[in-house]
């Protein structure tokens, strides 16, 4: 998962051999040019998820951050994520897995048609964008180490899986995210490309809901950060803001600390229908300027 340009890789994780070999160098190369001529077939940055290659470290890692987060979420998560993780059969005693009768997409499709779909590491935003308007989110299928528990900088199954895919299940988050993507094909301008990263920053990863008069955790980065997840909703440092999408839109971030800006949603519906006057507005603006080519 990811929309940050490169072939990075993990090379502190215990099954970094996942994600090596001609499949996925092949995947990430696809991924790396996607758009340019000849290479439109958004398909095939996808890979196989070879479950056989985790370890057994690497499912205590799974259950390790699972009981974590499990102790924690049940009363500060939102109930839209909760209600999402039991729909799809999110376990503690293993990985998820993305294909077959027990695979997380086998009870997701029906709900919502969204898909979980594997990929080698970080895709550049036109095929993290792609991915989204077709309705399949890219996974990263290797796991933090137990060395890293706390904090990786890069996403993870965990982070992809257990933070993202519950919210996938609901069909108001589930229409926005679609929608974002399409929005987000729909423009090369620089100034939109950095506002609906902003936007995806301070809502699908780093966001807060209210519910029931209290503020609850959905974003990715915080429900899947033991200690994250704490410092959003406790801490005096954080500032806690109303959501507006322009002014979240505005709102510069940093990836490497706690975020010290957070905005608070007051229902999903409230986002989608923010993203839907956005993407109208992208479409007026690419016609306008094909009117004027």
Same mark, same amino acid.
């Given at each position: 998962?990811?929309?940050?340009?490169?072939?990075?890789k993990?090379?502190?994780?215990?099954?970094?051999?996942?994600i090596?070999?001609p499949?996925?160098h092949?995947?990430?190369?696809?991924?790396n040019?996607?758009?340019?001529p000849?290479?439109?077939d958004?398909?095939?940055v996808?890979?196989?998820?070879?479950?056989d290659?985790y370890?057994a470290?690497n499912?205590?890692s799974?259950q390790?951050?699972y009981?974590?987060?499990m102790?924690?979420?049940?009363?500060?998560?939102?109930?839209?994520y909760l209600r999402g993780?039991r729909a799809?059969?999110?376990?503690?005693?293993?990985?998820p897995?993305?294909?077959?009768?027990?695979?997380?997409?086998?009870?997701?499709?029906p709900? +919502? *048609?969204?898909?979980?779909?594997a990929?080698?590491g970080y /895709?550049p935003?036109?095929?993290? =964008?792609?991915? &989204?308007?077709r309705?399949?989110?890219?996974?990263?299928?290797?796991?933090?180490?137990k060395?890293?528990l706390d904090y990786?900088?890069?996403?993870?199954?965990?982070?992809?899986i257990?933070g993202h895919?519950?919210?996938h299940?609901?069909?108001v988050?589930?229409?926005f995210?679609?929608?974002?993507g399409?929005?987000?094909?729909?423009?090369?301008d620089?100034?939109?490309?950095?506002r609906?990263?902003?936007?995806?920053?301070?809502?699908?990863?780093f966001?807060?809901?209210?519910?029931?008069?209290?503020?609850?955790?959905?974003?990715?980065g915080?429900?899947?950060?033991?200690g994250?997840?704490?410092?959003?909703?406790t801490?005096?440092?954080v500032d806690?803001?109303?959501?507006?999408?322009?002014?979240?839109?505005? +709102? *510069?971030?940093e990836?490497?600390?706690y975020?010290?800006i /957070?905005y608070?949603?007051e229902? =999903?519906?409230? &986002?989608?229908?923010?993203?839907?006057?956005y993407a109208?507005?992208?479409?007026?603006s690419a016609g306008?300027?094909?009117?004027?080519?």
């Amino acid at each position: 998962m990811g929309m940050t340009e490169g072939d990075k890789k993990y090379s502190g994780s215990l099954n970094h051999a996942m994600i090596d070999g001609p499949e996925g160098h092949a995947a990430q190369e696809y991924a790396n040019h996607f758009g340019e001529p000849g290479r439109d077939d958004i398909t095939k940055v996808y890979i196989r998820q070879r479950y056989d290659g985790y370890t057994a470290e690497n499912q205590q890692s799974w259950q390790t951050l699972y009981d974590r987060q499990m102790a924690y979420l049940p009363e500060h998560a939102s109930e839209v994520y909760l209600r999402g993780a039991r729909a799809i059969n999110l376990v503690r005693d293993h990985i998820p897995y993305l294909e077959g009768p027990k695979s997380v997409n086998h009870f997701l499709a029906p709900l +919502t *048609g969204w898909q979980s779909r594997a990929v080698p590491g970080y /895709l550049p935003a036109k095929a993290f =964008f792609a991915c &989204l308007a077709r309705r399949e989110f890219p996974t990263t299928v290797v796991i933090r180490p137990k060395e890293s528990l706390d904090y990786l900088p890069e996403p993870d199954i965990f982070h992809d899986i257990f933070g993202h895919v519950p919210l996938h299940a609901d069909p108001v988050f589930a229409d926005f995210l679609q929608t974002y993507g399409k929005a987000a094909l729909l423009t090369d301008d620089p100034y939109h490309t950095e506002r609906l990263a902003r936007l995806f920053w301070f809502t699908v990863e780093f966001g807060l809901i209210r519910e029931g008069g209290k503020v609850k955790l959905y974003g990715s980065g915080l429900i899947s950060s033991p200690g994250e997840s704490k410092h959003a909703l406790t801490s005096d440092k954080v500032d806690r803001r109303p959501f507006d999408l322009d002014t979240v839109c505005d +709102t *510069g971030f940093e990836i490497d600390h706690y975020q010290p800006i /957070l905005y608070v949603l007051e229902s =999903f519906e409230q &986002l989608r229908d923010a993203m839907n006057s956005y993407a109208t507005r992208l479409i007026d603006s690419a016609g306008k300027t094909a009117v004027h080519a």
